[in-house]
């Protein structure tokens, strides 16, 4: 868009490639912190598959906790990677350029950490590895296809292959671009993963087609997996709360909402961390706190619906949960602090454009988001367990033990860890959607006196 | 697959009237089926694990007072909701009317649990463990569970096969109720319950003790239940899981002026 | 313009109309009337007579105690209003996202405020119809009869729910003519000087404030955002109040949080779809084609199959999670609206709705058409009034509705003549006030579509042609 300036190639070859070409100091160091966390929460899994689950806070009834609220949260983060490189490409949206890279790349690297959670959280995870495969591993028994919780691994799985492809794909020319700065190793293997990349005409009508179909494919996929990681909850008939039919697409804008969030952020700390500020401007993070307003109003709509339509039967079961939510303490407390946090901090701020142009003020506002959403997925899982059943007899409480802190609290170390990786070996920006949109602004329409900014517009 | 296997249907009358609370059945269960002892630690980290259970509910304000007991167990519905959704088919209906669970195929997901709307499903935490000495009085006929497993109620069906297997294949006799008592074969919790309020048998057996119960219950449904000629009910009707347990309702002589006193 | 040879554009994807000639043009169409407007007005005026048979005999038949016999009444009011009240938001939700191609649409889809006023006429008998929220024959101890029916509404507020969706419907009734002034300001303001007779009376008194300051451009432009806005909100917001109150809480057990979603969405679908319907015929054979291009179809299918795609997925959502339990009320309501009574409607509805418009609209050469959305459209618009019996006829007919849930499933009620007469005579009333309106307001919004005309121009890069759109923040 107009703000930026039209940069030399070399010059944005020269800036995006620095974090690959050149090592800053910090890396390693941050790297090597983030990795000690992540080894002593491996530690940790290995010795709760070692002793068994009893060394987590999870109790009679509430048979999920922590893990399964983390597992929904990074699938939730996982949506801003289609949202904004497939959807925006779709629309045709000019801003969405610096962001697509990143964005997918987030939604891979957080889709392997939720991948995790499910796999740990089980009894006996050795097996459930390899059995939720379609294959009759265990006795001549194929999997059970009516529970959710076989659609979960086949639609994660699904949507983890298209988007690697993705990602994939996209980065075939940024590949080229490396191999041709690079000697000895990293040359010979940067040059297999450009495939013969020459820059032709012919290649780049394929790149593009590519990627409008993949784009387009990506889209149902995108909807199907968070509405059926949501079902894992609204196939239950038991709990009450939780058998309500709007979940699927609460879920899926919920997802929007917290993963355009987590990009954002992630997109204001590699701007401040790799010097991008010609590329990763204002006017970025502008549009990205615009659509924000739309999907957290959205979400919000979808969560007022929830909630109405839970307390409208006046059912005895479900006004326990709803009460225990919003009544009693300690849920009270944290149902106040994420709904202020999910929605009216954030709003309020995205609503101001000085708000959305100031990277303080936006990264406390999408990081005040990703609390809200974890919460909120915490308070449909605990308090809905809690007093589920009409035999109060059978109600309690939970208090996360420290090993579910810790091993939560090692994702999101894992996933900067993944991400501070990935930018050392591969462009976290990508080099020709920048370029391309350099050159389809080289334009300008003159409105009366005035001589406005113009852009091409392809299809 | 024994093609010449006489048909059960087997289920359970708890007569609530005649409950006093007094968990002799939650202890010979426990005896029963290799339950792990539920120490004071157990209760405090709230993960006891009763296959059969006795809720009590309080009713009345001091001094009128009254302690309501209803023993709560695995309700092997015939619709049940914890079947379609475990991932390994660990839990699935076999054709006498149980609700089975396959300790082999179980990876631990708890999704069964979580929507049994009965709570009567138990997750193993920890690796079972008995004070020494204590192992010897461990049941033969059943599978010590390892941690990472779900389990329930199985209806003693380790009591029942060897049933089946004594009476009905080597003898050619029907198991009915008369031959469950006599060779001790009804679940344990039955045999233990000094008031006789549990009750067990096949439904398809004509002269069982259950049927009239069943048949009331069967026969008017929950839009009809005031045409009910017996006691019967069953828990939570209205959520379709076609319990195979039917409970009886109490009789209160003096009741506190809620309702006319069943629980 | 410049030559085609290298444009791979159909020839007609954007149009850049002369400003000077514009207004001259678009105020001879406004007030000529020909010969086959004239024959659409006799058509749907009779029809609209036909409609006000139907109802005086309905009530003189049943009267407005029995609520049963005028389910057909319910399902026309919520199609005539789910469309009235939606179509002026695809003008709202374009404006916002600044999209190009909805400048020959918007005022198309605005007028429809016109039709909104007889939401509120409309909306009166239902106030009598609709049945309390309290059990008038509750007695304590009543097994499967509730005192207080299932509603949104908590402590049952006085006049709620009857008064409360009343206030909705005529708000959004108000704010939508609202919309509708502001944006047409500008338009009749540059032709109350060469109208002459009760036109220029009615601009004048309209437009006559409007000089096309440099401030009152910026005040229209603050306004139109804002109003738009608390518009969107107003709408979703109502459409949830009327079919909680009017569907779901009549048919006892049935709770269902996603139906305020699923019926917003059908109501973005069908007012979409009649736009696309409504610029198709102005295009063809009202004399517009200079001002719409194929662009505007082409991107507006992308909406329409969007949301086509997207009702089907609240409707599986809704099927799944009621099924998949196997708990016998929630069976029983799937068996009433889906599988046994309205069985037939329902996979008409699906196939009006869904099928056929996707297996048009997937195909980007049929997109890249006038006629392809349009035909779809047509579908959508068939199918949704199938939704809207299949929902509103089978609320109003469920049976005891101070039932704690369908025990059991209820018949299907067909239609007689009055309420065939009642369905074709509200399509009859919202076409004729619609071409009225037409006669009145500029169907055109001439400074939208100027103001287009100077943002967008082709140019060359490279080898190709393509559109050039400034970007002004």
New interface residues.
């Given amino acids: ?2 703000e930026g300036r039209v940069l030399p190639a070399e010059q944005v070859n020269r800036d995006l490639l620095r974090s690959i070409l050149e090592t800053p100091k910090w890396f390693w160091p941050v790297v090597g912190i983030l990795g000690l966390i992540v080894l002593i929460a491996a530690i940790l899994i290995g010795y709760m598959i070692n002793r068994g689950l009893g060394i987590t806070g999870l109790n009679r009834p509430i048979f999920w906790g922590f893990f399964i609220t983390n597992f929904v949260f990074w699938i939730g983060i996982s949506h801003a990677g289609v949202m904004l490189s497939a959807i925006l490409r ?1 629309a045709k949206a000019e801003w969405r350029r610096p962001a697509t890279r990143a964005a997918e790349v987030l939604t891979i690297f957080s889709l392997m950490t939720a991948m995790i959670m499910p796999i740990i959280h089980t009894g006996r995870p050795w097996r459930i590895l390899y059995w939720a495969f379609p294959y009759d591993f265990a006795r001549g028994i194929w999997p059970n296809v009516r529970t959710p919780l076989i659609w979960d691994p086949s639609a994660i799985l699904t949507y983890l292959t298209s988007s690697t492809l993705f990602v994939l794909i996209a980065l075939v020319p940024d590949f080229a671009v490396l191999r041709d700065r690079t000697t000895g190793i990293s040359h010979r293997i940067y040059g297999l993963l450009a495939m013969g990349w020459e820059g032709n005409a012919r290649q780049w009508k394929l790149q593009i087609i590519a990627g409008v179909l993949l784009s387009a494919l990506i889209l ?1 996929v995108f ?1 199907s997996v968070h ?1 059926i990681v949501s ?1 894992d909850f ?4 038991a709990a009450k709360s939780w ?7 609460y879920f899926v804008v919920g997802a929007v909402h917290s993963g355009v969030s987590a990009v954002a952020f992630v997109l204001i700390l590699l701007r401040w961390m790799y010097g991008w500020q010609d590329y990763i401007r204002h006017e970025h993070i502008d549009g990205l706190g615009r659509l924000l307003v739309v999907v957290a ?1 959205g979400w919000f ?2 969560f007022v ?2 909630v ?7 059912e005895a079961d479900e006004i326990a949960v709803r009460s225990l939510q919003f009544i009693q303490e300690p849920f009270q407390a944290w149902t106040i602090i994420f709904i202020v946090t999910t929605y009216f901090i954030p709003v309020a701020l995205w609503l101001t454009r000085r708000a959305r142009r100031n990277l303080w003020i936006m990264s406390l506002a999408c990081i005040s988001v990703n609390i809200g959403m974890w919460l909120e997925r915490y308070l449909i899982i605990v308090p809905g367990l809690a007093n589920r059943t009409a035999f109060t007899f059978s109600w309690n409480s939970y208090v996360p033990s420290v090993y579910e802190a810790i091993i939560v609290g090692a994702t999101f170390a894992f996933v900067s860890m993944l991400l501070l990786l990935f930018s050392r070996v591969f462009p976290l920006i990508p080099l020709y959607d920048i370029k391309e949109g350099d ?2 602004k080289n ?3 003159k ?2 006196r ?1 001589v ?8 | 697959m024994v093609s010449n296997r006489i048909d059960h249907k087997w289920g359970m009358v708890v007569d609530i009237d005649k409950c006093t609370g007094c968990q002799a059945c939650v202890i010979a269960c426990q005896a029963e089926n290799n339950i792990p002892l539920n120490t004071k630690d157990t209760f405090l980290q709230k993960r006891v694990n009763e296959w059969i259970r006795i809720e009590r509910y309080w009713e009345g304000e001091y001094p009128n007072v009254k302690a309501r007991y209803i023993p709560v167990l695995c309700q092997h519905c015939d ?1 049940a ?1 914890c079947e ?1 959704v475990c991932p390994m088919y660990a839990t699935y209906h076999n054709d006498q009317g149980l609700n089975v669970q396959v300790y082999n195929r179980c990876v631990g997901t708890r999704y069964c649990i979580n929507n049994c709307p009965y709570q009567v499903r138990f997750f193993n935490y920890w690796h079972p463990g008995w004070p020494e000495r204590l192992e010897n009085q461990l049941n033969p006929d059943v599978t010590v569970r390892t941690r990472g497993i779900t389990e329930k109620c199985t209806f003693c069906v380790q009591r029942l096969r060897r049933a089946e297997l004594k009476v009905e294949r080597q003898s050619g006799a029907r198991l009915n109720d008369e031959a469950l008592e006599k060779g001790n074969y009804a679940p344990a919790c039955v045999h233990a319950c000094p008031t006789s309020a549990l009750t067990f048998g096949d439904q398809h057996d004509g002269g069982a003790k259950i049927r009239n119960y069943f048949d009331d219950v069967n026969a008017h449904d929950i ?1 009809h ?2 045409e009910r000629e017996t006691r019967g009910y069953r828990l939570m009707e ?3 899981t076609r319990p195979n347990v039917i409970y009886l309702k109490k009789i209160d002589q003096h009741p506190l002026g809620k309702g006319d006193g069943h629980v | 313009m410049s030559s085609h040879s290298e444009s ?2 159909p020839h007609d994807m954007w149009v850049f109309p002369d400003a000077q000639s514009t207004t001259q043009d678009v105020a001879n169409k406004t007030a000529s009337t020909p010969k086959i407007l004239k024959l659409g007005l006799v058509i749907a005026g009779v029809l609209a007579v036909l409609g006000v048979v139907g109802f005086v005999l309905r009530m003189a038949t049943d009267g407005f105690s029995d609520y049963g016999a005028w389910g057909y009444y319910a399902a026309i009011f919520s199609y005539i209003f789910i469309i009235t009240s939606s179509a002026p938001l695809v003008a709202v939700a374009f404006r916002l996202t600044k999209s190009h191609w909805r400048r020959p649409i918007s005022r198309i889809s605005e007028l429809f405020a016109l039709v909104g006023v007889v939401n509120v006429i409309l909306y009166i008998p239902l106030i009598y119809l609709l049945p309390s929220i309290n059990n008038p024959n509750f007695t304590p101890g009543m ?2 009869e509730l005192q ?1 029916r ?3 509404w ?1 402590e049952v507020p006085v006049g709620a729910p009857h008064w409360w969706d009343f206030l909705g419907i005529i708000s959004l009734a108000v704010l939508s003519l609202v919309i509708l002034w502001v944006s047409v300001v500008p338009d009749l303001a540059e032709t109350r000087s060469t109208t002459n007779g009760w036109r220029k009376k009615l601009y004048t008194l309209l437009a006559g404030h409007w000089y096309g300051t440099k401030k009152q451009w910026i005040h229209q432009k603050i306004s139109l955002a804002l109003l738009g806005a608390l518009y969107f ?1 107003m709408v ?1 917001f109502v459409h ?1 109040l009327i079919v909680s109150d009017f569907a779901m809480s009549l048919i006892p057990g049935w ?7 699923l019926y917003t969405v059908t109501g973005f679908q069908s007012a979409l779809s009649i736009i696309l319907i409504i610029a198709f015929t102005m295009r063809k054979w009202g004399g517009y084609e200079k001002y719409f291009g194929t662009s505007v179809f082409w991107s507006a299918s ?1 909406i329409q199959i969007g949301l086509t ?1 997207l009702w089907t ?2 409707l599986f ?2 099927f ?3 099924w ?6 929630e ?1 029983n309501i799937l068996r009433y609206l889906m599988f046994e009574s309205y069985s037939w409607i329902f996979w008409l509805n699906v196939i009006f709705i869904f099928l056929i418009p996707f297996w048009i609209l997937v195909w980007n050469p049929v997109r890249k058409t006038a006629w392809g959305p349009a035909l779809a459209g047509i579908f959508i618009l068939v199918g949704n009034l199938l939704f809207q019996i299949r929902i509103f006829v089978g609320a109003f007919n469920a049976g005891d509705i101070y039932h ?2 369908l ?1 059991k499933v209820p018949p299907p009620v067909f239609p007689d003549v009055w309420d065939i007469f009642m369905v074709l005579g509200g399509i009859g009333l919202v076409a004729f006030i619609y071409l009225i309106g037409t006669r009145i307001l500029p169907a055109l919004s001439v400074w939208e579509v100027k103001e287009g005309a ?2 967008q ?1 082709m ?1 060359t ?1 490279y080898r190709g042609e ?8």
């Fill in positions: 868009m107009q779709l149902p909807v509405s079902w609204g196939m239950a008939v058998h309500s039919t709007i979940f699927a697409p109003t709509y979808f619906m929830e109405i339509f839970g307390i409208y039967g006046r050159i389809l334009e300008s329409v409105i009366g005035r406005v900014p113009a852009v091409f517009r392809e299809d | 619709n909701p379609p839009h239940e005031h209205e959520v379709n | 791979h554009y097994h499967g207080i299932k509603t949104i908590m909100m979703v949830f709770k269902d949080s996603i139906l305020p979603p992308k795609l997925y609240h959502a809704f799944i999670t009621l998949y339990g196997r708990m016998e009320l069976q704690l849930g025990f100077m943002y121009k140019g890069l393509y559109l050039v759109l400034a970007k002004p923040e």
